[in-house]
């Protein structure tokens, strides 16, 4: 088993909390408190708190990115079924939350993209990145016979991208699954038409 440094354990820690309360929300000392590293010895691994917040970004992409391996790159599943998943495995992880807290990238991106130009370009390279996940899926389904070849593939997938990112700020505000499962019924039966 690999060994936690005590960098990646303040960005794990960090991310928890930042996720609940925002970057700005975050105070550093509470970062550091649950980390269980004095005060001083933040600055010996990041040189400001920008500095880490960029180590958050890398942090939260690694998280999306395992949870894609998982659902939308799985072999053993027909695209549109991955997708399908995938949105149901987010949703189980927003009603662990209480549906609280929203996506960390979408947070991010609405706290920090008129305040930080190294952090709005980040979220957004880590956005596309988002987006390439998806449309990676409708091509495949396009391959298949399973999504109208006429269908533009990328435009969709952020089509599909932004509109899931809206429910999730709507689930925020309403501490519900309901905007995410409307979003998802939508999609299936009158975007994609699959029947589902």
């Known amino acids: 088993m690999a060994r936690v440094t005590t960098q990646e354990a303040i960005v794990t820690k960090g991310a ?3 996720h609940e309360k925002g970057f700005r929300g ?3 000392q509470e970062i550091l408190r649950a980390s269980g590293i ?3 010895s933040f600055y010996f ?3 400001n708190k920008d500095e880490f917040g960029l180590a958050l970004l890398e942090h939260y992409w690694g998280m999306i990115r395992s949870l894609a391996e998982r659902f939308l790159e799985d072999p053993g599943a027909p695209p549109l079924v991955r997708l399908e998943r995938y949105m149901d495995a987010y949703r189980e992880m927003f009603a662990d939350m209480g549906f ?3 996506c ?6 609405q706290e920090m993209s008129d305040l930080n130009e190294p952090f709005r370009e980040r979220i957004s390279e880590i956005y596309a990145g988002m987006h390439g996940l998806i449309a990676k899926v409708l091509e495949e389904a396009q391959r298949r016979g399973e999504l109208s070849p006429g269908l533009d593939a990328g435009k969709a997938a952020w089509f599909i991208l932004d509109g899931w990112e809206g429910a999730i700020m709507h689930m925020k505000l309403s501490k519900s699954g309901e905007p995410l499962e ?3 019924k939508m999609l299936f039966e009158c ?4 029947g589902a």
């Open 191 to 194: 975007v994609l038409k699959t």
């Open 45 to 47: 691994y990041f040189r």
């Open 100 to 102: 609280r807290r929203g």
């Open 38 to 40: 004095p005060k001083g």
């Open 182 to 184: 409307i979003f998802k």
């Open 104 to 109: 960390p990238v979408g947070n991010l991106a």
């Open 26 to 28: 975050a105070g550093l």
């Open 16 to 18: 928890a909390i930042v």
